[in-house]
């Protein structure tokens, strides 16, 4: 891979507030609260950040994940502590020079609209969503989409149908790239390749830049779930995310890869360390990426 062939830019997207219980899974209060202070709502913070990468050499912008948005109605958005009423994302991109009609490829790890429902513009009485990149190609795991066209009674709830709807009509148009199994994506080319997940969702899709830097997606939300006891109360598998989530660390150690966080409220990007007993935690941790070079 040429030197300086990509840039990084973190993007903040909308945050939200969740139970903090629930995301941190069966660790004690005690000891989670310490990480993420709760509001009076027992509720902590997050963001729902997205990547974007330029391929200078290729003339070309990447979107790891699209943050949660703002399609939800108004009691909707409450419940789920969406605070702001723009569209984050789609200012934070334009902060960049980054016009909607300029993202080339959508990469998705699964389909929940924590990380999906940035792609719809914001909710309006009486008005369809639509897709605020009409013009991108997305890439998305094959078993994650079959997930969210048949959902499990458990999760049926983090899904959107009107997004599925504009996603089928994508596919149709051959703008959408189902990947079914690790390894290279015909639409991002060799420098990329992807890890697949099982352990909070089927099919949980993690874009790494060869080498250098991997989108964590909910595998490891932030840097409080890098210790690989701490998982999330919405996991699927809780023991099998912490075998994936092993080999991932081990990988990103071995390379010296920066990890990239969606959900961390105060941490985009850090790498990996180990400490004397064997235990994973965060180095080099940075608020934001800010046009890292590749």
């Known amino acids: 891979m040429p030197k300086n062939r990509y840039t990084i830019h973190s993007v903040e997207g909308n945050r939200q507030r969740l139970d903090g219980g629930a995301m941190f899974g069966n660790v004690p209060r005690a000891m989670w609260e310490k990480w993420a202070p709760p509001d009076e709502r027992h509720r902590i913070d997050l963001a729902c950040r997205a990547f974007l990468i330029e391929d200078h050499a290729a003339g070309r912008r990447i979107l790891l994940e699209a943050g949660i948005g703002v399609f939800f109605e108004p009691k909707l958005r409450d419940r789920f502590g969406v605070t702001e009423p723009d569209h984050r994302l789609l200012e934070n991109l334009s902060a960049l020079g980054v016009k909607p009609g300029d993202i080339d490829v959508v990469v998705l790890s699964h389909l929940h609209f924590d990380h999906a429902g940035g792609l719809l513009t914001p909710w309006r009485e009486g008005g369809n969503a639509e897709l605020v990149f009409p013009g991108a190609r997305y890439v998305i795991g094959a078993r994650a989409w079959e997930r969210a066209r048949a959902p499990h009674f458990r ?45 909070h969702t089927p099919g949980l899709l993690l874009a790494e830049l060869e080498g250098a830097a991997v989108f964590c997606g909910d595998l490891i939300p932030g840097c409080p779930w890098i210790h690989l006891p701490v998982t999330m109360g919405y996991d699927r598998y809780p023991e099998l995310l912490i075998d994936e989530k092993r080999r991932l660390l081990e990988r990103c150690l071995e390379r010296d890869m920066r990890l990239l966080l969606t959900h961390d409220a105060r941490c985009a990007s850090c790498r990996v360390q180990r400490d004397e007993r064997g235990r994973f935690g965060p180095i080099d941790e940075l608020e934001r990426l800010e046009g890292l070079a590749i």
């Open 155 to 199: 999760d049926r709830a983090s899904f959107i149908p009107a997004l599925l709807e504009l996603l089928e009509a994508a596919r149709a148009a051959g703008q959408v790239e189902l990947v079914e199994q690790e390894g290279k994506s015909e639409t991002l080319g060799p420098d990329f390749r992807f890890h697949l997940s099982d352990g």
